[in-house]
């Protein structure tokens, strides 16, 4: 079954932890940190409040790097309990080292790939991540309309990962909530990352509607 992971970047801050803790109890899998640096995406989010969620979260987090030169952070996201460290390999000159570095730190590794950057980049390092996370959005802000064109772009990605390495699992980031997760269920998404269908309004309903919307999808 696909696991849902909510972004908490749609979360009301003032009560991050309680919300946390209704996305545990509504049945998610994961809790999607979403780290911005000015840089790579024009917002600015997250840091390592990674160290302060690790502690109260009963739910592995899924830090989302989108940062540039991430292999200066790499140990400090590890060693701020990340369950999953996904980087973009647009963000650095040396993404066969980031990968590296994360499994040294013992983290599971993911890589996540712009809408515009081709999928042929997961070539030489899917055999390695645990994790290929698709943008189905620009990254930097949430709340933004799901790129159709994806749909096609995460099929041709569920070869490639069928292909090189079975083990990896995809991911989708963006513009998922109940109209578009049975279709990128069918296309085979095995997690997907919600923020606003997830936070907006009551997020325990929001997981279960979310969940039963592709139900009969996959
Ligand atoms: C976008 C982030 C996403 C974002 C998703 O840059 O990577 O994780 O929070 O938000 P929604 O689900 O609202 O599109
Ligand atoms: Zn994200």
Known sequence: MPQIAPSILASDFTRLGEQVLACAEAGAELIHVDVMDGRFVPN?????????????????????????????????????????????????????????????????????VNPGTPLEYFVPLLGDLDLALLMTVNPGFGGQKFIEGSLERLRVLKQMRDQLNPECLLEVDGGINRHTAPQVVAHGADILVAGSAVFDGNTRENIALLRESYAFAS
């Open 44 to 112: 600015i989010s997250m840091g390592l409040v990674v160290e302060a969620l690790r502690r109260m979260s009963p739910l592995p987090l899924d830090a989302h790097l989108m940062i540039v030169e991430p292999e200066r952070y790499i140990a400090d996201f590890a060693k701020a309990g990340a369950h999953y460290l996904t980087f973009h390999p647009e963000a650095t000159p040396h993404a066969h080292r980031v990968l590296q570095q994360i499994k040294e730190q013992g983290v599971r590794a993911g890589m996540a």
